[in-house]
Antibody, heavy 115, light 107 residues
Framework: QVQLVESGGGLVKPGGSLRLSCAAS????????MSWIRQAPGKGLEWVAY????????YYADSVKGRFTVSRDNARNSLYLQMHSLRAEDTAVYYC????????WGQGTLVTVSS | AIQMTQSPSSLSASVGDRVTIACRAS??????LGWYQQKPGKAPKLLIY???DLQSGIPSRFSGSGSGTDFTLTISSLQPEDFATYYC?????????FGQGTKVEIK
């Protein structure tokens, strides 16, 4: 069955870096664009980044532009989010997703930025 | 960036009630809007795409309407499993933007 499994979250100090991964299975990963979407504790959803199927088109939310980099490895069925210069306001559960077409989501990985 | 304004931010309703949630875009987005349901500790789930198309597997009591700047999600007869938070998402132009959410609680 379709699975998206995020990993790499954890506790990091302000100004630090972290790399999230998303492992895809059960569908042809290389055919689909992917997004990262995050949710701060007790808050709403925020779209973070988009990458098309061949990684030729990438977009970022203004809040992360210049600090985050999205990439993918279609041979490994994997999506990545490299995060630098992390701030307290980046604390959130990070989801990888193919939404809206098709609507596949991971379970999320928690990133906590705190000293 | 396009701003998506949902209303109300929360509502209390009873099982069997008809519930309507509104979403307004700060500029026209054609019908490039989706509605999501999220339960605590879970990933969101798409209910409606392209403003009014029902996602496969979603009960027909959910419906969406609207185009341009004003959109509506309707639950025709609220069921116990529908108590959750609902979000709209515009995918017309990047950056995609979500509404702030509407929490549907039990009256």
């Amino acid at each position: 069955q379709v699975q998206l499994v995020e990993s790499g979250g954890g506790l990091v100090k302000p100004g630090g870096s972290l790399r999230l991964s998303c492992a895809a299975s059960g569908f042809t990963f290389s055919n689909y664009y992917m997004s990262w979407i995050r949710q701060a504790p007790g808050k709403g959803l925020e779209w973070v980044a988009y990458i098309n199927s061949r990684a030729t088109t990438i977009y970022y939310a203004d809040s992360v532009k210049g600090r985050f980099t999205v990439s993918r490895d279609n041979a490994r069925n994997s999506l990545y989010l490299q995060m630098h210069s992390l701030r307290a306001e980046d604390t959130a559960v990070y989801y990888c997703a193919t939404t809206p077409t098709p609507d596949y989501w991971g379970q999320g990985t928690l990133v906590t930025v705190s000293s | 960036a396009i701003q998506m304004t949902q209303s109300p931010s929360s509502l209390s309703a009873s099982v069997g009630d008809r519930v309507t949630i509104a979403c307004r875009a700060s500029q026209g987005i054609r019908n490039d809007l989706g509605w999501y349901q999220q339960k605590p500790g879970k990933a969101p789930k798409l209910l409606i795409y392209a403003a009014s198309d029902l996602q496969s597997g979603i009960p027909s009591r959910f419906s969406g309407s609207g185009s341009g700047t004003d959109f509506t999600l309707t639950i025709s007869s609220l069921q116990p499993e529908d108590f959750a938070t609902y979000y709209c998402l515009q995918d017309y132009i990047y950056p995609w933007t979500f509404g702030q959410g509407t929490k549907v609680e039990i009256k």
